[in-house]
């Protein structure tokens, strides 16, 4: 399948927490995204008649109050073990040798990986599709609700990463795996912020 990466950093934006530009986000989705893809119809009708609180308060329950659909990819894949906090380190250095500013959100929040995707060559890009985010998208949507207009969103894009990298494949990505071969990524580290483990929900304004 043949997708504009732009699409992904659209993606990441609707995937942040909602501001006004959400509906420009869905727009230009709609204009990038392939056929052969599943549409986001059912959040574009939402955003028509809802205001930016209500989409606000939808976006917390869905992905801060309920651990189960948390938007953290290090996560689904390593709970609390000392492995997510080497991802979470690694994922910050990278964000920053990428230039790709870090939001409010862990820096293993899927928009972030979303984003640093179409920086990365083609043979880590693939890696990091189908050895993690493919993978934490997969335990995520079983979790959400099928009217939830959220969950059109995970479900487009886990059909235009396995249509361009292939299906999910974690392998050694979940547990005790090594991390992809970014850059960055392949140092030895020694973590020690517990601070950044605690938990996936956080408190919104």
Request: hydrophobic share 35%.
């Amino acid at each position: 399948m043949s997708v504009d990466d732009k699409i992904y950093e659209h993606l990441a934006s609707i995937l942040s927490y909602p501001e006004e530009q959400i509906r420009e986000g869905v727009e230009k989705v709609h204009e990038l995204a392939p056929v052969e893809v599943p549409t986001l119809k059912l959040l574009s009708d939402y955003l028509e008649g809802a205001s930016t609180k209500s989409v606000e308060e939808l976006f917390t329950r869905t992905f801060d109050l309920n651990p189960s659909c948390c938007l953290e990819v290090g996560w689904h894949l390593y709970g609390e073990d000392y492995p997510r906090g080497a991802f979470l380190v690694n994922m910050r250095q990278t964000l920053a040798e990428e230039n790709l500013p870090e939001s409010p959100e862990l820096p293993d929040h899927l928009s972030h990986c979303l984003r640093l995707l179409p920086k990365l060559e083609a043979e880590d890009a693939e890696a990091f599709a189908r050895k993690y985010i493919l993978p934490a998208v997969g335990k995520i949507l079983p979790a959400m609700e099928d009217e939830n207009p959220y969950t059109c969103v995970l479900e487009m894009l886990q059909s235009l990463l396995e249509g361009q990298y292939g299906p999910g494949d974690p392998g050694d990505g979940i547990g005790n795996a090594k991390l992809v071969e970014l850059p960055i990524l392949d140092n030895v580290l020694h973590y020690n912020n517990t601070e950044d483990l605690q938990g996936s929900g956080k408190k919104r304004r």
